[in-house]
């Protein structure tokens, strides 16, 4: 089952559009590598990808078109991700305050795997993403749809691993200049979370 190759460049470029636009998934995994170093990016971007596998999951099962046609469960999902980011900023924030580890979990690359599936989970544009551009790309006289973007869904986050090591290269090695600076790294990352789950909260269902 050949895919088209014209469809198949769209939906390439339109994923490393995806990819290098600034959100709720990049903006996390710097802020935990920031956090923690690039033990805990990688974590949080392992993370990133097992929610997004649950995407095409859900994408190819044809869930998502259940979810693209209810606005009321869409906001719920989008309210629980902002609620949850919002509840990472402020212990951050509090580890800031107090100068101490208060967001040191024991197990900091776990904990981070968590954040970071959760935060893609409920990250409205890959939702959209999933649910509403990746049956753009499928053609039904090559085959059964749900293959097609089992096949292509998969893609995304296995091109996002070297733009985002990238990020956590360079988050990391700035960290360690500022090892001393470690209150500031934890109050920068609160802020980031913060202005995440604020941005999500009051953003809306996207267009």
Known sequence: MPLDPQLFLAFLV?????????GP????????????????GWAAMFGIVTGAMVHIT????????????????????????????????QGALRAAWKGGGV???????????R??????????????????????????ARGPAWLQMAILGPLVPLMALPAYGLLIAGADRAA?????AARWLEG???????GLGVRLLVGGRPS
């Open 14 to 22: 339109a994923a490393w559009v995806l990819i290098l636009t600034p």
């Open 25 to 40: 998934d990049m903006l996390f995994v710097i802020g935990q590598t920031l956090a923690g170093g690039a033990r805990r």
């Open 115 to 140: 954040d970071g599936f959760v935060t893609n989970l409920t990250n409205a544009k890959v939702i959209l993403f999933f649910m509403a551009f990746l049956p753009q790309f499928v053609d039904p």
């Open 103 to 113: 967001m040191k979990p024991a197990s900091p690359a776990r904990a981070a795997f």
């Open 176 to 180: 360690a200049r500022l090892s001393r």
């Open 58 to 89: 859900l994408a190819a099962s044809g869930v998502a078109a259940l979810l693209a046609a209810s606005p009321g469960l869409f906001d719920a999902l989008r309210v629980a991700g902002a609620l949850y980011l919002l509840w990472l900023a």
């Open 188 to 194: 920068l990352a609160g802020l980031i979370f913060l």
